[in-house]
């Protein structure tokens, strides 16, 4: 299988019918009027005749009709191309974006770096990723020949495992651009989350094709021409290729060095700090290393100029905070606790905030006097002026609510007090 500006090409029947049922059809039941497949060129037996015109849809009597006509072996050849539309787009998309929802509970890298920030910030992940596929190009190329992985019988399994490591990289890019001093607009963070995937691509574009007594010319040609197909094909912009380019030490096509934009440069910062610190927790050459040994590295490699010290900055504060998201996750099992308001509701809030809006109580925002959890050995709280949604005003401390987070204050005390401390 093979993807084209326009088009997807298949090699033979079997693997049409492949990926017919990856989009969820039974290629015994496909009806015209359910079918979103549509020849984009006209199909061809081995002594050339015509077996199915351009632009017919594709239904059940079709694949009945070939599978008639050749062999729906693997090793049988027949040209079929497939017209690209935004529903075949939507299909894969889904299918993509489960797997990159996935990794939000990775069980290997993702735990190491503040699984539960990821947790924390899901939506903002989503919005960026949801904005990202609206270019369909790129959401084929996940699906190309080499990123995917096979069942024996050649049937979808998963993507393979440079593309897992390639969101995950892109899921951390974009996530070190989070509660940023200087916010970032969404179209840089989409631009970030792409450069990631580009380079991934190229990666193994890289590995696949590049011959092993191949010269520096060869590596130049290959990353160029792969890179002026994803500007071309996947519609990617020219920032992206710019830093892509410098990121693989390649000249131009003139052979000059790539002139790079402010863009380029940033994108590029942030991806070199990201590479270099996966690869630092992923590498079982030198055993085990945690992420705070791995951030010291990094470090060192600022001190001489090898990295941007300012984009290892972001990703460091990042790793200091996964103890105050932690909490976080943890007050809103307490406030579920409290169903006491309209409709079964909470009628808890957090209060006071510091810091990162980190809260460590809770009051009653109805003081509810028949409430058998406010207890008279609360003392009441004053708010003079609206802080976080809470309007000036005399509360109640709920102390079923309160008791519960000082337990869990009691059983993580110092770590998340001098965490807390660190980033108010």
């Not at 594709?58 to 690209?84: C, G, H, M, P, W």
């Not at 892509?244 to 000059?256: M, P, Q, V």
């Not at 976080?328 to 307490?334: E, F, G, V």
Request: proline share 4%.
């Amino acid at each position: 299988m093979k993807f084209t500006a326009d088009a997807i090409h298949f090699y033979n029947l079997a693997e049409f019918a492949q990926f017919t049922r990856l989009l969820g059809y039974d290629t015994r039941q496909l009806h015209p009027k359910n079918s979103i497949l549509v020849l984009a060129e006209d199909i061809y037996n081995e002594k050339n005749a015509l077996l199915t015109p351009a632009n017919t849809k594709v239904d059940a009597e079709i694949f009945r009709k070939l599978r008639t006509s050749v062999s729906d072996k693997l090793t049988t050849n027949l040209d079929i191309y497939i017209n690209k539309c935004p529903e075949i787009a939507l299909k894969l998309m889904e299918i993509l974006r489960t797997a990159i929802t996935q990794q939000f509970e990775s069980a290997s890298i993702l735990p190491r770096v503040g699984k539960n920030f990821f947790l924390r910030y899901e939506n903002r992940f989503i919005d960026v990723i949801n904005a990202v596929f609206e270019n369909t190009q790129l959401t084929y190329a996940f699906f190309n020949e080499n990123c995917i992985q096979l069942y024996s019988n050649h049937e979808f399994k998963s993507f393979e495992p440079a593309i897992v490591e390639g969101i995950s990289k892109a899921l951390l890019s974009i996530g070190t651009e989070f509660e940023n001093e200087f916010p970032v607009e969404p179209e840089f963070l989409q631009t970030l989350f792409i450069s990631q995937i580009i380079i991934t691509l190229t990666q193994i574009e890289i590995k696949t094709d590049l011959e092993p007594n191949a010269t520096s010319s060869d590596y130049d040609l290959l990353v160029n021409t792969f890179l002026e197909k994803c500007r071309r094909d996947l519609e990617i912009d020219n920032d992206i290729v710019l830093a892509a380019r410098s990121f693989f030490h390649t000249a131009d096509e003139a052979g000059e060095p790539v002139v790079m934009t402010e863009t380029a440069m940033l994108l590029l910062r942030n991806i070199e700090i990201i590479e270099e610190f996966y690869r630092l927790i992923s590498s079982n050459e030198s055993g085990y290393i945690n992420v705070n040994n791995a951030i010291a590295k990094l470090f060192k490699k600022c001190y001489r100029k090898e990295l941007d010290e300012q984009s290892l900055k972001k990703l460091s504060e990042w790793l200091r905070k996964p103890a105050i998201f932690r909490m976080n996750k943890t007050l809103y099992t307490i406030e579920d606790m409290c169903t006491r308001g309209e409709g079964g509701k909470s009628n808890a809030m957090y209060y006071p905030k510091h810091g990162c809006g980190v809260p460590t109580m809770f009051i009653c925002v109805v003081n509810d006097g028949a409430c058998p959890y406010i207890s008279p050995a609360y003392r009441r709280i004053n708010v003079a002026k609206s802080m976080g949604g809470i309007p000036p005003g005399s509360y109640t401390k709920c102390s079923m609510l309160t008791d519960g987070l000082h337990k869990y204050y009691q059983k993580d005390l110092t770590n998340i007090k001098k965490e807390q401390n660190q980033t108010a």
